[in-house]
């Protein structure tokens, strides 16, 4: 098995055997011995069609000077470098998160005035999830700000530099050129004096490669041919993965959203823009919110089950119809109940009311509740006492009727008819 050792280490066992030499002497002798040291002839890639490529590198290019507080920030950049052009821009950060991405691109397309249809950034988690040289897993939500503007992506190999030439190794140059020896405070004032540079210092800087100023050479060659730069903000979305509480509400962004009860327990994926909240299962749209501020809640109604929804919304008039719907005398006895100035704190005494129309009939409580508002009596404790005391009572069977006389005749015979007496009559000749 062929074993490969460092002159370091060959050049340690020759002293164990007593050969002392010059770490640089070895090498000139592997070099021209053993080939140490020579690589593979480099070709370089053709620069593509006018406007096509944009590639993107990212590094730390400055310290800002100490706040009120005595406190310094260090700034990373994305530095932008036009593939035929090498026009440059650089956009100050402060993280490297897909949101300053996404805002350092609309700042590039504005500066360039247009947008390349190619953009070739390295292997940053900020764009690229997963590196793959074949098909690599790219930010969903910055894939969906690529589809929103028209171009594409193409990533860079992993540790392969050459795959991004025109951009790689320019970092240093931006650290030492752009931004050594400036006393910069803010991250506003270092992202004006990189706008400053691009377009003013470096910009009309004759390029060793193509013998042209680079904003003179991207203004009259690429600019032609780039996408229309972008006339309104982009609305950075946020993604999350919330999952759905007991209580079927899932927390985005600080702001509470209602969900169907099939999704209790479950993780959802949560797109959340300026206007909306949507929320998928397995890439199905299931629900659509209004954005909510931080604090706040946003409740459907009908994502709660009947039995369920009346109590959490506070719907007194719905209990009221429920009661009404029983019976005329048990919906005033429940209207008499809520009538207080916190209707919903007596939400529970027409649930009870209603537990006793399930549990006796609604006739039973019907009556009880017209002798109890006779009485004026309001409490659902003591209705539910008369009710169980009537049912606990015994019933009284009605008296049995007298058996009849055995020499009994029927009434009408005893009963004389009035026949008036007959007048006399008198002869008036006598």
Same mark, same amino acid.
């Given at each position: 098995?062929?074993?490969?050792?460092?002159?370091?280490? $060959?050049?340690?066992?020759?002293?164990?055997?007593?050969?002392?030499?010059?770490?640089?002497? %070895?090498?000139?002798?592997?070099?021209?011995?053993?080939?140490?040291? &020579?690589?593979?002839?480099?070709?370089?890639?053709?620069?593509?069609?006018? /406007?096509? =490529?944009?590639?993107? +590198?990212?590094?730390?290019?400055?310290?800002?000077?100490?706040?009120?507080?005595?406190?310094?920030?260090?700034?990373?950049?994305?530095?932008?470098?036009? /593939?035929?052009?090498? #026009?440059?821009?650089?956009?100050?950060?402060? &993280?490297?998160?897909?949101?300053?991405?996404?805002?350092?691109?609309?700042?590039?397309?504005?500066?360039?005035?247009?947008?390349?249809?190619? %953009?070739?950034?390295?292997?940053?988690?900020?764009?690229?999830?997963?590196?793959?040289?074949?098909?690599?897993?790219?930010?969903?939500?910055?894939?969906?700000?690529?589809? @929103?503007?028209?171009?594409?992506?193409?990533?860079?190999?992993?540790?392969?530099?050459?795959?991004?030439?025109?951009?790689?190794?320019?970092?240093?140059?931006?650290?030492? +050129?752009?931004?050594?020896?400036?006393?910069?405070?803010?991250?506003?004032?270092?992202?004006? #004096?990189?706008?400053?540079?691009?377009?003013?210092?470096? /910009?009309?800087?004759? #390029?060793?490669?193509?013998?042209?100023?680079?904003?003179?050479?991207?203004?009259?060659?690429?600019?032609?041919?780039?996408?229309?730069?972008?006339? @309104?903000?982009?609305?950075?979305?946020?993604?999350? =993965?919330?999952?759905? *509480?007991? +209580?079927?509400?899932?927390?985005?962004?600080?702001?509470?959203?209602?969900?169907?009860?099939?999704?209790?327990?479950?993780?959802?994926?949560?797109?959340?823009?300026?206007?909306?909240?949507?929320?998928? +299962?397995?890439?199905?749209?299931?629900?659509?919110?209004?954005?909510?501020?931080?604090?706040? &809640?946003?409740?459907?109604?009908?994502?709660?089950?009947?039995?369920?929804?009346?109590?959490?919304?506070?719907?007194?008039?719905?209990?009221?119809?429920?009661?009404?719907?029983?019976?005329?005398?048990?919906?005033?006895?429940?209207?008499?109940?809520?009538?207080?100035?916190?209707?919903?704190?007596?939400?529970?005494?027409?649930? *009870?009311?209603?537990?006793?129309?399930?549990?006796?009939?609604?006739?039973?409580?019907?009556?009880?509740?017209?002798?109890?508002?006779?009485?004026?009596?309001?409490?659902?404790? &003591?209705?539910?006492?008369?009710? =169980?005391?009537? @049912?606990?009572?015994?019933?009284?069977?009605?008296?049995?009727?007298?058996?009849?006389?055995?020499?009994?005749?029927?009434?009408?015979?005893? *009963?004389?008819?009035?026949?008036?007496?007959? $007048?006399?009559?008198?002869?008036?000749?006598?």
């Amino acid at each position: 098995m062929r074993a490969t050792v460092r002159l370091s280490k $060959i050049r340690k066992l020759l002293r164990r055997q007593g050969v002392e030499i010059p770490y640089a002497t %070895l090498r000139r002798w592997a070099v021209v011995t053993l080939g140490f040291g &020579r690589t593979a002839p480099t070709l370089p890639v053709v620069d593509g069609p006018p /406007g096509e =490529e944009c590639q993107l +590198d990212t590094g730390w290019v400055l310290t800002l000077e100490p706040d009120a507080r005595g406190k310094r920030r260090r700034l990373r950049a994305w530095i932008f470098t036009a /593939g035929v052009s090498r #026009h440059r821009f650089v956009y100050p950060i402060e &993280r490297e998160t897909t949101a300053s991405a996404i805002e350092a691109c609309e700042a590039a397309w504005e500066f360039f005035g247009g947008i390349f249809r190619v %953009l070739l950034p390295d292997n940053t988690k900020a764009i690229v999830q997963r590196a793959d040289p074949l098909e690599p897993l790219i930010n969903p939500v910055f894939l969906e700000y690529t589809q @929103a503007r028209g171009f594409h992506i193409d990533t860079a190999r992993v540790r392969k530099p050459k795959d991004k030439a025109r951009v790689e190794r320019r970092v240093p140059t931006v650290r030492e +050129d752009c931004f050594g020896g400036e006393r910069l405070a803010t991250i506003a004032a270092a992202r004006a #004096h990189a706008r400053w540079w691009c377009a003013e210092d470096y /910009g009309l800087r004759r #390029h060793s490669t193509t013998q042209r100023l680079p904003r003179e050479h991207c203004e009259t060659e690429e600019r032609p041919h780039l996408l229309p730069a972008p006339t @309104a903000a982009y609305d950075v979305p946020l993604r999350a =993965e919330p999952k759905v *509480a007991r +209580d079927q509400h899932a927390l985005v962004a600080k702001a509470l959203y209602s969900l169907p009860t099939e999704f209790v327990g479950k993780r959802l994926d949560a797109r959340a823009d300026r206007s909306t909240v949507r929320f998928y +299962d397995r890439g199905v749209l299931v629900k659509v919110h209004p954005r909510q501020p931080p604090g706040k &809640r946003s409740t459907d109604a009908a994502d709660f089950p009947e039995h369920k929804r009346v109590y959490a919304l506070r719907d007194v008039h719905y209990l009221q119809s429920q009661a009404t719907a029983c019976g005329p005398m048990i919906g005033r006895f429940a209207a008499a109940v809520l009538a207080v100035p916190l209707p919903w704190t007596r939400m529970r005494r027409v649930y *009870a009311l209603l537990g006793l129309v399930r549990k006796y009939g609604a006739p039973r409580v019907e009556a009880a509740c017209t002798t109890a508002l006779a009485a004026e009596m309001l409490s659902v404790r &003591r209705l539910k006492a008369m009710l =169980e005391h009537a @049912a606990s009572a015994p019933a009284v069977p009605p008296p049995a009727p007298a058996p009849p006389a055995r020499y009994l005749r029927p009434a009408l015979q005893y *009963a004389l008819p009035l026949v008036p007496p007959p $007048i006399a009559e008198v002869s008036h000749g006598q």
